[in-house]
């Protein structure tokens, strides 16, 4: 009997499991974890991929009507002026402009398309994710040479409360889920620039609460 798993099903079961490195990493003094790698094989980005959440201008030339802003819905899809459903999370901005160029030619004669991300999100698994003890917990697109120190100027820092130096990141690496330590405090205090270690996408750094 093979059981089916909802994607928010799987997404509450990944929360569950990061909640439990949470507590457990808090509750010891060092984390049994290898410090993560200080570098990694680069990941190009050669072009956007657009995800849910992106924000999109669609402009159709010479027909002002027909031109929107849309934002992209959490199944991937967007609904524009004569066009329904149309799968835009996947596509770079140009293949999208493409296919709705096809849609659009149901009603018009050689529709031109052009589609421009206003307002960037991407695909969750080009996300590095960042959870618990800093100033402003969030997903963050990533972008190629990304580092730690890039992720943590972008959201604001560790807290008061946070035991930087028992940070976990956690990696997809051949399939398989890794969890590496990272030296915040190193970093950010002590100017430790071994600690600014390489980020991949799919990244999703945790950072603990220091004990009192």
Do not use: W
Request: overall charge negative; hydrophobic content about 40%; glycine content about 6%.
């Amino acid at each position: 009997m093979t059981v089916k798993t909802s994607p928010q099903s799987a997404f509450i079961v990944l929360v569950l499991s990061l909640a439990f490195v949470l507590v457990t990493t808090s509750a010891c003094t060092t984390t049994p974890y290898p410090d993560a790698p200080s570098t990694v094989e680069k990941t190009v980005v050669d072009q956007y991929i657009i995800g849910p959440g992106d924000t999109l201008n669609i402009a159709v030339r010479n027909n002002p009507d027909l031109s929107t802003a849309v934002a992209v819905r959490p199944d991937g899809q967007i609904t524009t002026p004569l066009v329904e459903d149309v799968q835009a999370s996947g596509r770079t901005p140009s293949q999208l402009a493409r296919d709705m160029e096809d849609k659009l030619s149901d009603f018009l004669r050689d529709p031109i398309v052009t589609v421009m991300v206003t307002s960037f999100a991407g695909p969750y698994d080009r996300q590095v994710r960042v959870i618990g003890q800093a100033a402003e917990p969030q997903a963050l697109q990533y972008r190629e040479e990304m580092t730690v120190m890039d992720v943590m100027i972008a959201v604001g820092g560790i807290t008061d409360f946070a035991a930087g130096n028992r940070a976990v990141l956690v990696r997809n690496e051949n399939g398989e889920r890794q969890q590496y330590r990272v030296r915040l405090n190193d970093l950010i205090y002590g100017g430790d620039i071994s600690a600014n270690v390489d980020m991949l996408p799919g990244d999703i750094l945790i950072i603990p609460e220091r004990r009192f």
